[in-house]
């Protein structure tokens, strides 16, 4: 019966054993597995990082080409701008003066017969032609004269030379004579008349 008992101790020891053994290859296949499964998701996340660094270099590289692009752009866009305003600025009075070489060209045949003329009328007559012409010139180009004699003083339009008793009280505050026309030029002055004051 002992014997029985010892047999069945070893059987079970045995078995014990094996299950202990299994039991340990198992577990050793589970970690060689599992380093194995640790081994592959390490190189799929190196190879979705390269993927990744390889896309915004890509990214990096169109951003950087467009932001070169612009620059360039603009630049070209200021200095062609600067070159149109240079030549805007060396013929912006070009219109203006072509205008007026009518004028000119009236004063030259008034000057040129001033020596023949015998007729003092006639050459009054001739220059206040001129003078009516050149005012109408200046009204077409947007100047206005700035009226001052006889108009109350205003420090908007008229600049004070002197003061001078007023010949009647109604002249007190007022203009009294323009020394120098005051003008604008499309509502901005552009000279202030300069005026005497009756006080």
Request: glycine share 4%.
């Amino acid at each position: 019966m002992a014997s029985k008992k010892s047999k069945q101790k070893d059987e079970v020891e045995v078995i014990e054993e094996k299950i202990t053994s299994t039991q340990n290859e198992d577990s050793s296949d589970q970690i060689e597995e599992s380093e194995e499964n640790q081994e592959d998701s390490e190189a799929t996340c190196e190879e979705e990082e390269v993927d990744k660094v390889e896309e915004l270099t890509l990214k990096v590289s169109e951003l950087n080409d467009k932001y070169l692009r612009l620059t360039a752009e603009y630049d070209n866009y200021r200095k062609r701008t600067l070159k149109e305003r240079m030549e805007l600025i060396k013929s912006a009075g070009e219109g203006t003066l072509k205008a007026l070489l009518p004028v000119v060209d009236d004063f030259d045949r008034a000057i040129s017969h001033l020596n023949e003329a015998s007729d003092l009328e006639a050459v009054k007559k001739g220059i206040d032609l001129i003078y009516t012409k050149f005012q109408e010139f200046l009204k077409r180009n947007g100047v206005v004269e700035i009226e001052a004699k006889d108009k109350d003083f205003d420090t908007d339009l008229h600049e004070a030379i002197t003061k001078i008793p007023a010949p009647s009280d109604s002249m007190k505050g007022k203009v009294v004579d323009c020394i120098e026309k005051g003008y604008m030029l499309n509502d901005k002055i552009i000279r202030f008349a300069k005026v005497v004051v009756g006080e």
